[in-house]
């Protein structure tokens, strides 16, 4: 649940679907675990209301408010989420999760409050095992993040939910053939996340030097590209700049980053990236490639192997284009988020980087056809020069249509990225989920 715990953009899922369906008038209320590594100082009101016991463990019941959602942590006092971490290895994770999940239904059932709840949303592998165990009266709904992890899981949920759903209706159809999913597909749905824009505002971010609308970009973006190129030692200069912020993992297309820093440095560019490895060789490959980059663009590369949240809002608002490269992306948030600042997508045709970016020269139809307008660059393949084709055609966009990239920028900061749709078509299927 971010802002207080977040792996990726489940975290972000969760919080902004939640605020976006309370907002419909819905009631909505969060329970996952009460892990240490939580900034509890981001958590309003945060109080101990009961202790119950669940086979032989005390669980301790807390309430708080975060990001305006009722929030309950339930934590198991024999230290399973002592550790430090989310997520620590995946057999002892799949363990410690089920346990919880049971101690979570216990709660709802026997403990909680209010009555039980009409519908029990569980998201991905770690919460899959609420869907089979014994709910009481409430339907389920259940969300696949990301199927590469805990399949097992996932076909077992997905047997047992009412409705499912995943994160964009291109990678619903990329994944229906699964053998997790395939044989409950007429349950399964594919609708696209969303990003708050009260959280991602330019006009209203305390990380950025100087607010901005879609009205007011040009001078905003200049500051934030200013500050940014400050920070990370780069020199001014009338020349276009890339940034990439992702976690570094092959899903994520490690080598046609790689290629694009060098691409963009050839044509004239600078390249920065913030992120880092969680596979220690691919942070050692990293690492090399920002020391070659040192040495050879010293002030027009820059690369940040580190979490820094004002550090990622800069480069987006900052960067001219974003590059978003997955092998597969069931989702993506931050292409959207780029937009939502002012910066154009260069991202591979996959996933739900598909569903949002519309590529300037082949997609005018299928935009249209989305009620949607075109608004960045794609391309299909897995090598370089298949990245090559999408970047360099925004580079010398940049380079020779400045009056075109200014309406391009303005274009997409006016799209509209936010949960009102999605949380509609979720409300719809968990009416649904009542209905079977």
């Not at 909680?112 to 519908?119: L, T, V």
Request: hydrophobic share 40%; net charge negative.
């Amino acid at each position: 649940m971010a802002p207080i715990a977040k792996e990726g953009g489940l975290g972000d899922v969760v919080t902004a679907l939640g605020r976006a369906v309370q907002e419909e008038g819905h009631e909505v209320e969060i329970v996952l675990p009460k892990y240490d590594c939580i900034n509890y100082d981001l958590v309003e009101d945060l109080k101990l209301v009961k202790e119950f016991w669940y086979n032989g463990v005390e669980i301790k019941v807390w309430k708080g408010i975060v990001e305006d959602l009722h929030t309950t942590f339930l934590e198991p006092c024999n230290g399973m989420f002592w550790v430090g971490r989310i997520y620590t290895e995946m057999n002892a994770d799949r363990h410690r999760f089920g346990v919880w999940c049971e101690a979570a239904l216990e709660y709802l059932r026997h403990h909680a409050e209010k009555r039980i709840p009409d519908i029990l949303h569980a998201h991905d592998w770690q919460s899959a095992p609420c869907t089979w165990l014994d709910c009481g009266t409430a339907r389920t709904a259940f969300t696949i993040h990301n199927l590469n992890y805990g399949a097992d899981l996932i076909e077992r949920a997905m047997g047992a939910t009412a409705v499912a759903t995943t994160v964009s209706p291109t990678y619903a159809q990329e994944v229906s053939g699964h053998p997790a999913v395939a044989p409950n597909h007429a349950k399964f749905h594919g609708i696209r996340n969303g990003i708050d824009p009260e959280i991602w505002d330019p006009a209203e971010d305390e990380f950025l030097p100087r607010s901005y609308s879609a009205d007011t970009f040009t001078e905003g973006k200049a500051a934030a590209k200013a500050e940014l190129r400050a920070k990370m030692n780069l020199c001014e200069a009338d020349v276009p700049l890339v940034g990439v912020v992702t976690r570094l993992t092959h899903q994520k297309g490690v080598h046609l980053i790689k290629h694009a820093a060098w691409r963009t440095l050839e044509r004239g560019g600078q390249f920065v990236l913030l992120g880092s490895a969680p596979d220690a060789r691919v942070q050692a490959e990293f690492n090399a490639l920002a020391a070659d980059l040192a040495r050879q663009y010293p002030d027009r590369a820059r690369l940040w192997f580190a979490y820094n949240e004002p550090l990622s809002h800069l480069i987006y608002a900052g960067a001219d284009m974003l590059l978003v490269p997955s092998m597969f992306e069931p989702c993506g948030l931050t292409q959207m988020i780029a937009m939502r600042y002012g910066t154009i997508p260069v991202v591979r045709k996959t996933g739900g980087l598909n569903d949002t970016v519309f590529d300037v020269d082949h997609d005018v139809e299928r935009a249209a056809a989305a009620g949607m307008a075109v608004n960045g660059f794609s391309f299909e393949g897995t090598d370089g020069p298949g990245i090559d084709y999408a970047l360099n055609r925004a580079l010398t966009a940049w380079y020779s249509e400045r009056a075109w990239w200014q309406e391009m920028t303005e274009r997409v900061m006016r799209m509209d990225w936010s949960w009102a749709k999605p949380a509609l078509e979720y409300i719809e299927l968990y009416y649904k989920a009542l209905r079977r």
